[in-house]
């Protein structure tokens, strides 16, 4: 993607990242109900993260990080793609259809997922937060996700993953949503099998970094 379409350009001392087009924030912005203030506020402070809205422009699903990374990966590897996705404090934050909210719980229940439920398949999929009307979250800065250089090698606890690249980007309803966390737990499900008994010694380095995966947009569909 071209600089100058970027919504803020590279900091000092920095390694850019691509961040949330002009379009992309415009839509984003949209979700309050004073957009022009909200382009404003940016334009100030492009690099401070934002609360939002949801139940007009969008619905957020709201993961534990790992399980989310799991679904975003199902959604690419085998489904239709994503809407926007962020992480934020340790949690996924996958935007959805208007209306998903109200309808994923419902049907991950009918269909004997329910998330922390007694069966073992309502312990396979996590607490899911699902925000609708009348709630808000906040997500990462619109600006670039940025590491300055040399000091900070810190993993960022809140970017975005997919950012928002249209006016009107494409989202998933409640029953793509399902999918994915049924195809998730599955997954890792059959990864626990597979796995050899616990042995190795405990590593004190850290694992690789796994935000490192690209998700090409132009496969959305």
């Given at each position: 993607?071209?600089?100058?379409?970027?919504?803020?350009?590279?900091?000092?001392?920095?390694?850019?990242?691509?961040?949330?087009?002009?379009?992309?924030?415009?839509?984003?912005?949209?979700?309050?109900?004073?957009?022009?203030?909200?382009?404003?506020?940016?334009?100030?402070?492009p690099t401070a993260p934002v609360v939002l809205a949801c139940g007009a422009a969008f619905d957020?699903?709201?993961t534990p990080a790992?399980?989310?990374?799991?679904?975003?990966?199902?959604?690419w590897d085998e489904g239709p793609g994503s809407g926007p996705?962020?992480?934020?404090?340790?949690?996924?934050?996958?935007?959805?259809?208007?209306?998903?909210?109200?309808?994923?719980?419902?049907?991950?229940?009918w269909e004997g997922w329910g998330s922390g439920g007694a069966s073992d398949r309502g312990r396979a999929v996590p607490p899911l937060l699902c925000h609708g009307t009348g709630d808000a979250v906040t997500v990462p800065a619109p600006a670039p996700v940025?590491?300055?250089?040399?000091?900070?090698?810190?993993?960022?606890?809140?970017?975005w993953l997919v950012a928002p690249d249209t006016r009107e980007p494409w989202l998933p309803g409640p029953e793509v949503m399902l999918w994915a966390s049924v195809r998730a737990?599955?997954?890792?499900?059959?990864?626990?099998?597979?796995?050899?008994?616990?042995?190795a010694p405990i590593s004190i380095f850290?694992?690789?970094?796994?935000?490192?995966?690209?998700?090409?947009?132009?496969?959305?569909r």
């Open positions: 993607m071209d600089s100058d379409r970027n919504l803020v350009g590279t900091l000092p001392g920095a390694t850019e990242v691509t961040g949330v087009t002009p379009e992309g924030a415009a839509w984003l912005a949209s979700a309050g109900a004073y957009p022009r203030s909200t382009r404003v506020l940016w334009e100030d402070r957020v699903v709201s790992v399980f989310g990374r799991h679904m975003l990966d199902r959604l996705v962020a992480a934020h404090r340790g949690r996924i934050l996958l935007f959805a259809a208007p209306g998903t909210a109200q309808r994923l719980p419902s049907l991950l229940e940025v590491a300055v250089a040399p000091a900070a090698t810190h993993r960022l606890d809140s970017r737990a599955r997954s890792a499900a059959r990864r626990r099998l597979s796995e050899p008994c616990p042995a850290p694992p690789a970094d796994q935000d490192a995966k690209v998700y090409d947009v132009s496969k959305r």
